[in-house]
């Protein structure tokens, strides 16, 4: 069992930072894969970003990649995930998600996670 707390959501203007944190609980988080989604009002929730249980691979949107980093401290059971130059189109609220997933091919598909955290909003103003 892993339960899952984001923060650091916030209005931002856009161009502008933020950086979010996602706590998990359990000795077990090293051994999970974790991934970051987002779902903004109206639409599907999309994948964002994600990393393997070492931190040795990331993974990441073409619509994020170069701006966002994902990354991992697991002696703190914490991933984080840092969001540059933001856009409007980034507004959503933020999901982070943890499950053991072998096949780096799954971290993309929201439904191979089966732990979740609450979410966090990110607001990008133009």
């Known amino acids: 069992q892993v339960q899952l707390v984001e923060s650091g959501g916030g209005l931002v203007q856009a161009g502008g930072s933020l950086i979010l944190s996602c706590a998990a609980s359990?000795?077990?988080?090293?051994?999970?894969?974790m991934g970051w989604f987002r779902q903004a009002p109206g639409k599907e929730r999309e994948f964002v970003a994600a990393?393997?249980?070492?931190?040795?691979?990331?993974y990441y949107a073409h619509s994020v990649k170069g701006r966002f980093t994902i990354s991992r401290d697991n002696a703190k059971n914490t991933v984080y995930l840092q969001m540059n130059s933001l856009k409007p189109e980034d507004t959503a609220i933020y999901y982070c998600?943890?499950?053991?997933?072998?096949?780096?091919?799954?971290?993309?598909?929201?439904?191979?996670?089966?732990?979740w955290g609450q979410g966090t909003q990110v607001t990008v103003s133009s």
């Open positions: 359990g000795r077990t988080f090293s051994s999970y894969a």
């Open positions: 990393i393997s249980w070492s931190g040795g691979n990331t």
């Open positions: 998600a943890a499950d053991r997933i072998k096949d780096y091919s799954d971290y993309a598909d929201p439904f191979e996670y089966e732990y």
